[in-house]
């Protein structure tokens, strides 16, 4: 029965938002790091992407062009909103 009171309390406090948050801030290099990798994976996953479009389709390297830009592209918003997203903690 204690166990049902502990669980209740802690909902309790869960719901009102009277939970301290032990996490440390962001540092500088975690965030840059973070950054980093979206923009290396955007366009990583673009380019394979594009590589194999190609590859199957026999185009050249016109996807692998289009698809690169793209994932740059895609890299940039990413950063931008994660940045963002940073910032307004």
Do not use: C, H, Q
Not at 29 to 45: C, D, T, Y
Not at 48 to 61: E, V
Request: charged residues 25%; without cysteine.
């Amino acid at each position: 029965m204690n166990d049902i009171k502990d669980l209740d309390t802690k909902i309790k406090r869960l719901s009102t938002k009277e939970v301290e948050s032990d996490t440390k801030p962001n540092s500088s290099m975690g965030i840059a790091m973070r950054l980093s990798s979206e923009m290396v994976a955007a366009v990583f996953v673009a380019s394979l992407i594009g590589y194999y479009l190609d590859k199957w389709l026999k185009t050249g390297p016109f996807l692998l062009i289009f698809f690169f830009f793209l994932g740059a592209v895609t890299g940039i918003l990413n950063v931008v909103r994660t940045s963002k997203m940073i910032n307004k903690d």
